[in-house]
């Protein structure tokens, strides 16, 4: 009998994956991004003048459409700050998260 648990969509011993390797996480963790981000990203709307240069430079595409300017979802933002960074206007800045 095998040592792991098999992950509902991945069964190792079909795969054939030998017995014998590091063991695979088979539990999906439930955390998002934004769970453990310790900064975030802030639109300053009167400056924004929707550009896409932050949508297009998120690493994890979190960046969502409005009429008029971009925001963010912050339960997949991970606070990296690439968006301010590249920012030609100046819109975004990055404040500390409240704990």
Same mark, same amino acid.
């Given at each position: 009998?095998?040592?792991?648990?098999?992950?509902?969509?991945?069964?190792?011993?079909?795969?054939? *994956?030998?017995?014998?390797? #590091? /063991? +695979?996480?088979? $539990?999906?963790?439930?955390?998002?991004?934004? =769970?453990?981000?310790?900064?975030?990203?802030?639109?300053?709307?009167?400056?924004?003048?929707?550009?896409? *240069?932050?949508?297009?430079? #998120? /690493? +994890?595409?979190? $960046?969502?459409?409005?009429?008029?300017?971009? =925001?963010?979802?912050?339960?997949?933002?991970?606070?990296?700050?690439?968006?301010?960074?590249?920012?030609?206007?100046?819109?975004?800045?990055?404040?500390?998260?409240?704990?």
């Amino acid at each position: 009998m095998s040592r792991h648990q098999s992950y509902p969509l991945f069964n190792l011993e079909q795969a054939g *994956v030998p017995d014998d390797l #590091c /063991p +695979v996480a088979t $539990v999906v963790s439930p955390m998002l991004p934004g =769970d453990w981000r310790s900064m975030r990203p802030v639109v300053d709307r009167d400056k924004c003048v929707k550009c896409a *240069v932050c949508w297009l430079y #998120c /690493p +994890v595409q979190c $960046v969502e459409e409005h009429a008029a300017w971009f =925001d963010f979802n912050l339960n997949t933002c991970k606070g990296c700050g690439i968006c301010a960074n590249e920012c030609p206007q100046r819109a975004i800045t990055m404040i500390g998260e409240v704990q």
